[in-house]
């Protein structure tokens, strides 16, 4: 196995993990992270990207997508069966996007991405399990993914429900009872939706030993943004 600056190789962490490997190499990886001794740039874990991006440049990626998107002038880039194909081969994500899994908030269609484009995880009330958590540190440790956007939604179904407060059946109360804590004093939907963004964007560092190691070395910007379902336009939280 080969590392670059102790950094096991982006190459033999998709051998390894294709061959059943998988925690090997995630072991590798997250003991180089948060060691302490390693100062090499988290790029060097995916050397071979031939258009990196960092985090501002890949935030105005988005936005700008957004602004195509709202004012009905797609280019629906990087959907060619030849994109298809190279993608195939590696892929680079310039953004992670943690959103909702409601129907009317698909990050391609809303920030007008393709293929190999953007690095998505979606559930209802863009909560921040330890699933979902480590799906962010896989692409933002492995695949070098400078930044996450935690996208709520208005008119947002689960964070409704966490605000009635009512006991729901089955595993839907699960999902509720991640977005309560969040709401504690809040009264509007919208604000509450606002709250919740904020609260999922905190969980991601307080939870992550891996992201907010990035963070603080500077390799990784994560922020809130907010989807407007009448207008489509996607808005930063501060
Ligand atoms: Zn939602």
Do not use: W
Not at 115 to 134: K, P, Q, T
Request: a positive charge; hydrophobic letters at 45%; one cysteine or more.
């Amino acid at each position: 196995m080969t590392r670059i600056n102790g950094f096991i190789g982006r190459r033999d962490f998709f051998k390894l993990a294709g061959t059943g490997g998988f925690a090997i190499a995630a072991n590798a990886l997250v003991g180089s992270l948060i060691g302490g001794t390693q100062k090499t740039a988290i790029a060097d874990v995916n050397p071979a990207n031939p258009n990196p991006v960092n985090a501002d440049q890949a935030l105005k990626l988005l936005l700008d997508g957004n602004q195509r998107f709202i004012h009905q002038q797609p280019q629906y880039p990087h959907q060619s069966l030849k994109h298809l194909q190279l993608v195939a081969k590696a892929q680079y994500p310039f953004a992670a996007v943690l959103g909702c899994a409601d129907s009317r908030v698909p990050p391609e269609l809303v920030f007008d991405q393709g293929l190999g484009d953007l690095f998505i995880v979606r559930v209802a009330g863009n909560v921040a399990s330890d699933m979902v958590i480590g799906s962010l540190e896989y692409t933002t440790a492995v695949l070098g993914t400078p930044l996450i956007v935690v996208l709520g939604h208005k008119k947002c179904g689960a964070v409704a429900g966490a605000l009635k407060n009512e006991l729901l059946p089955g595993r839907i109360g699960y999902v509720v009872e991640s977005i309560k804590l969040a709401l504690a004093k809040i009264k509007s939907s919208d604000d509450a939706v606002i709250a919740n963004i904020q609260y999922q964007k905190g969980k991601l560092l307080e939870n992550s030993t891996i992201l907010a190691k990035l963070l603080y070395e500077g390799k990784l910007k994560i922020v809130g943004a907010c989807y407007d379902t009448d207008t489509g336009k996607v808005s930063m939280i501060t």
